[in-house]
């Protein structure tokens, strides 16, 4: 019954773990690269990011074929799209809608004109106004004005298409968008899910491909022309893309990471029951990290399942030192130095914890519950699930030969801190190219894609938006009045040539107290026809005439002010949501700011404006600045949580061996291990993100347990031949757990396995180096 129990209460464990991992949620998208305690810019930033207008726009390149074939595509496409309910909006050049756009812009001019006053449908207004219409009629402006010119002598519509513009449009041929090259027809398309739905953004890709695909197969392309290809770019796309390699790269390393400690463990133990028993911590520690994750942060992501990798390395580990190093009867010293190995690696690890970087608190958690669960398999439910005078081969043999090899490297027992020295000098020379200073640097987007979206975005002469004023509020109509009163400092820093431009809600949408202001500011039709006839006097345009001009005046006054859903159906819409954003009980205008053409922008002018402006919940944004600010931030919080892991595990160290000479003795193989593969990375060229830091603790988490060993057999002469294998077979477990790794494109798994993987090789090496000027013992177990 004795021997029972540990079974029954882990079978009952494993079946509750797996009952919560069935019901855990998963992801692959990009949240674990974003803050969980953000401050009130990257708030905004990270809302932007998730689910933005900019985070719902798929940019589309047409390539190869000749030019008709590549503009026919485009119309097809955007044909097809605009039917299909993926998609919000479907721009590519083409003037569809554009007719009922003007058609809106032209009935709603005396509202949405900022030329609206009192004082312009006076008489000396209305001659001041009328004149400088009929001026423009000689311009190129006089093309749009000329068929209006009796409706609208003022010009309210040419005052509001002025006040909308941007004379930044992508270039067109037959009427659509292409390159400035030529070689390239463009499209956008604006998803109608949200950025933060990576589902619906791979159905609308996968949309956008299926039609493509349908278009390209019926066409009938000329046997020499290049094959029509499409290429897309954007927030969406990277989402996708960056799920789907998350992915690839965790399933794949999974399996390859597997196999190689399976097959070097069939190697090691020479039968298939040691392996199936070796392989319960494993599972099991696997199972309680999901677990634990999916109940502390309600969703595991990918990222936090291919550090998984990981612990198949470390804690099969534990099974190796049961099987290989229990069997001298010595019990007792063999688990108070895992014990202590273990309580050094969850040190580690649980600095992790207090991270805010939710991929790296995941991380934490998922490993200090795996690697408990690991240990405690191994410790009570091997020995019950072990056949009674069960060995594994006898590895002694290749103990002794690493006996004789540490033997031999007495000589260089000052080989690792002279290394040490030498990687330090490197380390201090490139320090100020060390590391790597941006966001994007965890990002799994690719260099090559990163560059296909530059180059799309150069093409359609989009703005590089990288300065935002955000005005706040409870309701839209306060957040509208608010921006009013801050876009008025914008247009006079424009005019001082501070700023190049800025876009404003409010000029698509004005607050309804301005609106009304207008309205008021319309006379009735007797008042109106008698300024006119005094207006006409001294110009070319006869009074009567100007009757249509007057019925539109007296429409407009019993109009109805704009409100957010009379824009509905017109391309306007879009461009309200895309900057006045409702979220919740709040809402956000968002007002992006253009460099002037010098290219410079001083952020403090901008701040002077807010000020001005005397709207206490209006907020500067430098994206860019934020960006980096949220990276320095998780760096500076991963130096801390790394100091702190390193200072509980020497604290642990000094309360446990009471010793202060051993504790330097164990710090400074694994400090030179460290240091040496700082300094061959920086040789290598690779500059350092913040999960190299972490792969940097993990490397003193893992390296400990080997250092202690090395120690607690240290008064014996040397580690016995066993356990010397054991440490060794336990490393390259490990190698093949980390290392593997190394391999990934995804910067957060390469940066912690090209650390970790060679750290923890050196470290057990370094310590073999440093503790192994005594002569090896030849006892069959370590003890302290």
């Known amino acids: 019954m004795k021997r029972r129990l540990p079974i029954v209460l882990w079978l009952t464990f494993l079946a509750l773990c797996v009952l919560g991992v069935s019901r855990a949620r998963f992801t692959a998208d990009l949240s674990a690269f974003l803050p969980s305690s953000p401050t009130e810019e990257q708030a905004l930033l990270v809302d932007l990011l998730r689910d933005g207008i900019a985070s719902r726009l798929i940019l589309v390149g047409i390539e190869g074929g000749d030019a008709p074939a590549r503009e026919q595509t485009s119309r097809a496409l955007a044909t097809q799209l605009r039917a299909h309910p993926a998609f919000a909006n479907i721009s590519n050049g083409e003037s569809v ?10 009935e709603h001019r005396y509202l949405l004109s900022p030329d609206v006053t009192p004082q312009r449908f006076t008489a000396d207004g209305l001659q001041q106004a009328i004149g400088a219409t009929i001026d423009l009629l000689s311009s190129s402006a006089g093309l749009l004005i000329k068929p209006l010119l009796l409706r609208d002598p003022t010009a309210e519509t040419f005052a509001v298409v002025h006040n909308l513009g941007n004379s930044d449009q992508a270039a067109r041929s037959s009427g659509v968008w292409t390159a400035p090259d030529g070689q390239r027809a463009l499209l956008v398309a604006t998803t109608a899910a949200s950025g933060a739905d990576t589902d619906g953004q791979e159905a609308a890709m996968l949309a956008l491909r299926g039609a493509f695909d349908s278009i390209t197969r019926d066409a009938q392309q000329p046997a020499q022309q290049p094959e029509l290809r499409m290429v897309m770019s954007g927030p969406g796309v990277f989402a996708v893309n960056a799920r789907a390699t998350i992915k690839d790269e965790v399933l794949r390393l999974s399996m390859l990471g597997t196999g190689l400690i399976i097959i070097l463990l069939l190697l090691v133990y020479r039968s298939l029951t040691a392996l199936l028993l070796g392989l319960a911590p494993v599972a099991t520690g696997a199972l309680a990290g999901v677990l634990a994750v999916s109940l502390g942060f309600g969703v595991v992501h990918g990222i936090t399942l291919g ?10 580990d534990y099974a190796i030192y049961y099987f290989i190093q229990n069997e001298g009867g010595r019990q007792a010293a063999f688990w108070r130095t895992i014990r202590l190995g273990v309580l050094t690696s969850l040190c580690g690890f649980a600095a992790l914890l207090l991270s805010g970087f939710p991929g790296l608190a995941q991380i934490g ?14 410790r009570y439910v091997l020995p ?26 007495r000589p260089l027992r000052w080989l690792p801190m002279g290394l040490a020295l030498i990687a330090s000098v490197i380390v201090i020379n490139n320090r100020d190219h060390l590391w790597h200073h941006e966001l994007g640097a965890l990002s799994p987007v690719s260099d090559t894609d990163q560059m296909l979206d530059a180059q799309l975005r150069h093409d359609l002469a989009a703005p590089d938006v990288r300065y935002l004023l955000v005005v706040s509020g409870a309701d839209g109509e306060t957040v509208l009045a608010r921006t009013e009163q801050v876009a008025a400092q914008l247009d006079r820093l424009q005019q001082q040539g501070v700023i190049g431009g800025f876009d404003t809600p409010t000029r698509f949408l004005p607050s309804l107290a301005t609106q009304q202001a207008r309205r008021d500011a319309l006379p009735d039709a007797a008042t109106l026809r008698a300024a006119l006839a005094d207006a006409t006097a001294r110009l070319p345009l006869q009074a009567g005439k100007l009757e249509p001009f007057i019925a539109d005046v007296e429409a407009a006054r019993a109009a109805p002010l704009l409100t957010r859903a009379r824009l509905d159906g017109t391309s306007v819409a879009m461009a309200v949501d895309a900057m006045l954003i409702h979220r919740g009980a709040q809402w956000r205008a968002l007002l992006p700011v253009r460099s002037p053409d010098s290219g410079t922008l001083d952020p403090q002018a901008l701040r002077a404006a807010l000020a ?22 998780y760096l500076r919080e991963s130096w801390t949580a790394s100091a702190g892991g390193l200072a509980a595990i020497v604290l642990l160290l000094a309360l446990t061996l009471r010793s202060a000479r051993r504790v330097l003795r164990l710090a400074l193989p694994l400090f030179a291990a460290v240091v040496v593969v700082v300094g061959a990375l920086t040789l290598a060229g690779e500059r350092l993100i913040l ?21 607690a057999a240290d008064a014996a002469g040397g580690p016995p031949p066993r356990t010397l294998a054991s440490l060794v077979i336990a490393n390259l477990t490990t190698l093949a757990g980390f290392g593997i790794l190394a391999l990934s494109t995804v910067p957060v798994l390469h940066g912690i396995g090209v650390v970790v993987g060679p750290g923890a090789w050196l470290a057990l090496v370094f310590s ?8 090896p013992a030849v006892a069959t177990a370590p003890h302290g």
């Open 97 to 106: 809608g554009a007719e009922a756009d003007q058609r809106w812009l032209f």
């Open 307 to 316: 550090f998984g990798i990981t612990l198949i390395g470390e804690s099969v």
């Open 365 to 378: 958690l998922f490993s200090m519950a795996g690697l408990l669960a690991a240990v405690l398999t191994t």
């Open 384 to 409: 019950a699930l072990t056949p009674a005078r069960f060995q594994v081969a006898d590895v002694a043999p290749l103990g002794r030969t690493l006996s004789r090899l540490i033997s031999l490297g």
């Open 612 to 633: 001005a402006s005397a709207i206490p919940e209006a907020l500067f944004v430098d994206i860019k600045r934020e960006s980096e600010q949220l990276y320095a931030g």
């Open 691 to 711: 999960l190299h830091l972490v792969g940097m603790l993990l490397v003193v988490a893992v390296g400990s347990n080997y250092a202690l060993f090395f120690d």
């Open 768 to 775: 073999a180096l440093m503790f192994g000027h005594s002569r």
